[in-house]
């Protein structure tokens, strides 16, 4: 079946713009989360989602970082006023119990 | 701070080598401990799981050792093969299930 799917696959911003990334979960996946790798921070837990909701949103950076989850499926990352060190590669992972979970290509962006 | 310690950073084995990687964690509230595998390009790709409860498992070449008393666990890729060259992350998850990642390994094996 088909996997976790991200897009854009690649996104070149200049600084100060707004990004939105988009995560397409595995059907039936309630749960969902955003990761971030850099290469001096490794992977780091950005958000998590149950259906809805997102019980634990420690992991954002700063208040310009946003997350929603509709319908229970599509999930979208929204970064406001991008700065340099957002450059990263933006990971989506999505489960169906809380454990196993499965990633997706990863959107890498690019904040010039 | 970092709750899954990683080591080595990388590490050069010839083809049919046993490359160990090991971690060590603090949490003793994680109760699941994946390993992921991750090529140039790619998302991580989940390889193999432990639960604390078991001291090893094996699927394919591919063993987990678990010490529960020491909080380590270990990797190790049986008869390795240059295909096998990635980057490995060990991780731990608690109750909620978001990971906690070691700093990676990078794994060379050479024909």
């Known amino acids: 079946g088909a996997g976790v799917s991200q897009s854009p696959s690649n996104k070149v911003t200049e600084k100060g713009k707004d990004v939105e990334l988009r995560c397409d979960p595995i059907?039936?996946?309630?749960?969902l989360y955003w990761y971030r790798q850099s290469l001096g921070q490794g992977l780091e837990f950005l958000i998590y989602f149950q259906g809805n909701s997102a019980p634990d949103k420690s992991g954002l950076p700063s208040d310009r970082f946003s997350a929603e989850r509709t319908g229970g499926s599509v999930s979208t990352l929204t970064i406001q006023r991008t700065q340099q060190e957002d450059s990263a590669v933006y990971l989506c992972a999505s489960s169906l119990m809380t454990y196993e979970q499965y990633f997706g290509p990863g959107t890498r962006l690019t904040v010039t | 701070q970092q709750q899954v310690k990683q080591s080595p950073q990388s590490l050069i084995v010839q083809k049919g080598g046993i490359p160990i990687i090991n971690c060590a964690y603090e949490?003793?509230?994680?109760?699941?401990f994946p390993w992921y595998q991750q090529f140039p390009g790619k998302g991580p790709a989940l390889l193999i799981a432990?639960?604390?409860?078991?001291s090893e498992k094996k699927e394919g070449r591919f063993t987990i050792s678990f010490n529960k008393s020491a909080k380590q666990f270990s990797l190790h890729i049986m008869d390795s093969q240059p295909g096998d060259s990635a980057t490995y992350f060990c991780a731990a998850t608690d109750s909620w299930g978001k990971l906690q990642f070691g700093a990676g390994t990078q794994v060379v094996v050479t024909p």
């Open positions: 059907s039936g996946h309630t749960a």
């Open positions: 949490n003793t509230a994680f109760d699941y």
């Open positions: 432990i639960r604390p409860d078991v």
